[in-house]
């Protein structure tokens, strides 16, 4: 990643893109929020857990709705509750990062920059996300699994945003806080942050210039 950035930090950026969970809010359905499931609904985590990893990917693409996918992690039984406590609970979950959505705002409007979320999520609790905490109000792009029907780590999705942004790879910041995920934004010669806080963070944009 340093190697990246350094050889390129002299090209200006014009294009932020950006994942959702971890970097501008908690992470949606993560293996807490799961974790925080099964014990308030008396769950076998270990169950829900193994049948949410084989159907994730085709939910996060698209292919099954919120209900579907419930239906088959958890509503496979007769519960004592109902599906939409459930997902309730779920959506509930989601926080925001403020001072980063604060940060990123003003990034924007002091390099009039085009922002890009690249995001693997389903699309109901997506939705969810993006209304309650606002993200289409700075958002120009959403890239996200659920629309695209392509999921990080596949290079595709990449690819596909910088279709939709009209922009080229110099061009480009990605912020995430995977590492495989820069890893194959690096590949693809986007300047990509591993995000793992907001200060160092806002170090390495300044770095490239971004600064507000």
């Known amino acids: 990643m340093q190697n990246n950035l350094k050889m390129n930090k002299s090209i200006p950026a014009t294009t932020l893109f950006l994942d959702i969970g971890g970097v501008m809010l908690s992470n949606g359905w993560g293996h807490e929020s799961r974790k925080s499931a099964a014990d308030v ?6 169950d829900m857990n193994d ?8 939910y996060e693409e698209g292919k099954i709705t919120l209900s579907e996918y419930l239906k088959r992690v958890v509503f496979y039984r007769k519960r004592s509750f109902t599906i939409d406590q459930f997902r309730d609970f779920m ?3 989601s926080t925001p990062r403020i001072e980063m959505i604060k940060y990123i705002k003003q990034l924007k409007d002091k390099n009039n920059l085009k922002i890009a979320v690249v995001n693997n999520e ?3 609790l997506n939705e969810h996300r993006i209304m309650k905490f606002k993200l289409n109000q700075f958002v120009d792009f959403f890239i996200s699994s659920c629309f695209v029907h392509f999921r ?3 290079a595709d999705i ?8 009209q922009v080229s790879v110099e061009n480009v910041i990605y912020i995430e806080d995977m590492q495989m995920f820069v890893d194959v934004a690096s590949d693809l010669g986007i300047r990509s942050i591993h995000h793992t806080d907001y200060k160092s963070t806002l170090s390495e944009l ?4 971004l600064k507000i």
């Not at 609904?41 to 270990?46: G, I, K, M, S, V």
């Not at 049948?51 to 085709?58: F, S």
């Not at 990449?158 to 942004?165: G, K």
């Not at 300044?206 to 210039?209: D, F, H, I, N, V």
């Open 206 to 209: 300044s770095s490239l210039g």
């Open 41 to 46: 609904f008396n769950l076998d985590f270990n």
């Open 152 to 154: 990080k780590p596949d």
């Open 51 to 58: 049948r949410h990893h084989v159907i994730q990917v085709t």
């Open 91 to 93: 959506f509930s979950q």
């Open 122 to 124: 389903g699309r109901e």
């Open 158 to 165: 990449f690819r596909i945003a910088l279709d939709i942004a």
